[in-house]
């Protein structure tokens, strides 16, 4: 069975770094594309980036580049989303999601970002 | 503003149908054969209802079909129910982004 599970809710300040985790199981981790999906308070589903844990390769979305950092390790089938400065509008749900041609088959169960003075 | 424009509501009564559409152009919905629809409920990771424009995952109920028209792609739920209640995206592969996939705005589902 393919599973993603992903990190428990943060609390952070701005200007704090971060790192949430999505623990994959139950297929080949290098063979598929894994991607990370914001959903800010009350908006609706976008993607952030995408990495093939096989070679490492990312794909981040334009307009968040260079503010996030999206990883994986393979010894143990996991993706990372880090950030290095918090803002308080990075507070969010964060998804991890395997994505195939336009459609994402398993989802993890989300990881609430909550940034605040 | 999403690249995928949904409405953002629709509503219907128990036992009718209902129909969700995401338009695009060429480049997405109408190029490709590559459409999905998830459903969200409140607090809830999004889930897969449909892939590929018409097929669905197994376990999700054959009250749910797509179907495509040119560079609209449309969700139909007949038999509605209470707790098909919940928020629809749609999604779509494309070229013209850097990450080859995008979703539409969303759709607020309300069961009269």
Redo the contacts between chains.
């Keep these: 069975e393919v599973q993603l599970v992903q990190s428990g809710a943060e609390v952070k300040k701005p200007g704090e770094s971060l790192k949430i985790s999505c623990k994959a199981s139950g297929y080949s981790f290098t063979t598929y594309w894994i991607g990370w999906v914001r959903q800010m308070p009350g908006k609706g589903l976008e993607w952030m980036g995408l990495i093939f844990p096989g070679d490492s390769h990312t794909r981040y979305s334009p307009s968040l580049q260079g503010h996030v950092t999206i990883s994986a390790d393979k010894s143990i089938s996991t993706a990372y989303l880090q950030w290095s400065s918090l803002k308080a509008s990075d507070t969010a749900m964060y998804y991890c999601a395997r994505p195939q041609y336009g459609s994402a088959d398993y989802w993890g169960q989300g990881t609430l970002v909550t940034v605040y003075s | 503003q999403?690249v995928l424009t949904q409405p953002a509501s629709v509503s219907g009564s128990p036992g009718q149908s209902i129909a969700i559409s995401c338009t695009g152009t060429s480049s997405d919905v109408g190029g490709?054969n590559?459409?999905?629809w998830?459903q969200?409920h409140p607090g809830k990771?999004?889930?897969?209802m449909i892939?590929?424009v018409s097929n669905r995952?197994s376990g999700v109920p054959d009250r749910f079909s797509g179907s495509k028209s040119g560079n609209t792609a449309s969700l139909t739920i007949s038999g509605l129910q209470a707790e098909d209640e919940a928020d629809y995206?749609c999604?779509?592969?494309?070229t013209s982004t850097?990450?080859?996939?995008?979703?539409?705005?969303?759709t607020k589902l309300t069961v009269l």
């Design positions: 999403s490709y590559y459409v999905s998830y969200q990771a999004p889930k897969l892939y590929d995952p995206y999604s779509s592969y494309m850097t990450l080859d996939v995008v979703f539409g705005g969303g």
